[in-house]
């Protein structure tokens, strides 16, 4: 079943993200996810950009509520090193920076001020990483 939202076709599964931390490279797309649920990870983090220190990871999972680049879901799972969010930072939505449809090398907090305008849209598409 597809679901069509912000002329993006989306799968109505889950679609797993990796992480890598962005190294000066720009994202090429990003999105809102409206958090489902967020929880320390069980295990290692593991990232292709990592080189020697393995820190702990967090795993979100939660809805695309918009989007610039085909994430190709309508929900996303993403396991991020703690260092980059904690879980006390983190509000009811995500702004994450992609740098290709499966990879993201950017995740911050949606201020409470911005869901609580209703202006969540306009917010999203001025930001970068």
Same mark, same amino acid.
């Given at each position: ?5 912000? $002329?993006?076709? #989306? *799968?109505?599964? %889950? ?25 320390? *990870?069980?295990?290692?983090? /593991?990232?292709?950009?990592? +080189? ?13 509520? #918009?989007?610039?680049?085909? +994430?190709? $879901?309508?929900? +996303?799972?993403?396991? #991020? ?9 983190? *509000?009811? /939505? +995500?702004?994450?920076? #992609?740098?290709? %449809? ?12 911005? %869901?609580? *305008? ?5 917010? /999203? ?5």
């Amino acid at each position: 079943m597809l679901i069509q939202g912000n $002329a993006m076709v #989306f *799968s109505t599964t %889950t679609k797993k993200l990796g992480w890598e931390w962005s190294d000066g490279r720009k994202i090429t797309g990003k999105a809102i996810v409206k958090i489902e649920e967020i929880k320390k *990870s069980n295990g290692l983090f /593991y990232s292709p950009s990592l +080189v020697d220190h393995i820190p702990d990871g967090i795993t979100l999972k939660g809805e695309v509520l #918009f989007s610039t680049i085909e +994430v190709g $879901a309508q929900k +996303v799972k993403l396991k #991020f090193p703690e260092p980059e969010l904690n879980e006390q930072e983190l *509000s009811t /939505y +995500v702004f994450l920076g #992609f740098l290709d %449809t499966d990879t993201c090398i950017c995740i911050k907090t949606v201020p409470d001020e911005v %869901t609580k *305008s209703g202006d969540l849209e306009s917010w /999203y598409k001025n930001q970068d990483c």
